[in-house]
């Protein structure tokens, strides 16, 4: 079935570091899934971070950047420089087009002063 | 930006009680969802809901019944619970089931069932 892997956290940099965290993927169910980080901060829900749905093409917010590989079968998170604010649980997801999103495991975001 | 509310925020409970949660959206989404999250997963689908009356099961559905009354409620119920359904609970919301549409949350409620 449809599934993603991450980095395993807690994954820890310091302030004005630059952040990558992997993401791959395996879509059985379609052949050109739709991409998504969300992001987790303490006490409050999961809220989309950025989406992709094509491949080649490359989706960025709040200084977070991923692209769809489609021949890696990637879409890696990367920020140049973080801030302790960033600190969250950053989950890559996989939707295949009904009505489901399967979610990579999360992971936890520490960054130090 | 689109509002999902979960009630309680923590629960406790005891093998073999009763547990219901509930959800409420206030942006006329069409689709509902329940997920739980345990340490080391990812979030995994229990149930979801295209509209009042509708139920589509998840990948996790044992032991979880669900009810969508209303389009903006959804509850998650537990008539037996055991303590492997110890979790941290979400309830999302969308305007389509499409894919590319995106899913807004509520902020959890965790249960402990001892």
């Known amino acids: 079935g449809d599934s993603v892997t991450q980095t395993e956290g807690p994954v820890t940099v310091s302030e004005s570091e630059s952040l990558i965290i992997n993401c791959t993927y395996s879509?059985?169910?379609?052949?050109?899934?739709?991409l998504f980080w969300y992001v987790r901060y303490p006490g409050e829900g999961l809220q989309l971070l950025l989406k992709v749905i094509t491949a080649g093409q490359k989706g960025s917010s709040r200084g977070f950047e991923a692209t769809y590989n489609k021949e890696t079968t990637s879409f890696h998170l990367q920020k140049a420089s973080v801030q302790e604010s960033d600190s969250a649980v950053y989950y890559c997801a996989l939707g295949e087009g009904n009505n489901r999103i399967f979610f990579g495991d999360g992971t936890q975001l520490v960054v130090k002063p | 930006e689109a509002a999902v509310t979960q009630s309680p925020r923590n629960k406790v409970t005891v093998t073999g009680g009763n547990v219901t949660l509930s959800c409420r959206q206030t942006n006329s989404h069409n689709y509902m969802y329940w997920y739980r999250q345990d340490t080391g997963h990812g979030l995994r689908l229990i149930h979801y809901s295209y509209g009042a009356g509708n139920l589509q099961i998840g990948d996790v559905p044992d032991g979880y019944k669900a009810t969508r009354t209303t389009q903006e409620d959804f509850f998650l119920l537990l008539e037996l619970a055991s303590p492997s359904q110890t979790s941290l609970y979400f309830c999302?919301?969308?305007?389509?089931?499409?894919?590319?549409?995106?899913?807004?949350f509520g902020p959890g409620t965790r249960l402990l069932v001892l």
């Open positions: 999302a919301s969308s305007v389509t089931g499409g894919a590319p549409d995106t899913q807004y």
């Open positions: 879509a059985t169910s379609i052949a050109y899934p739709n």
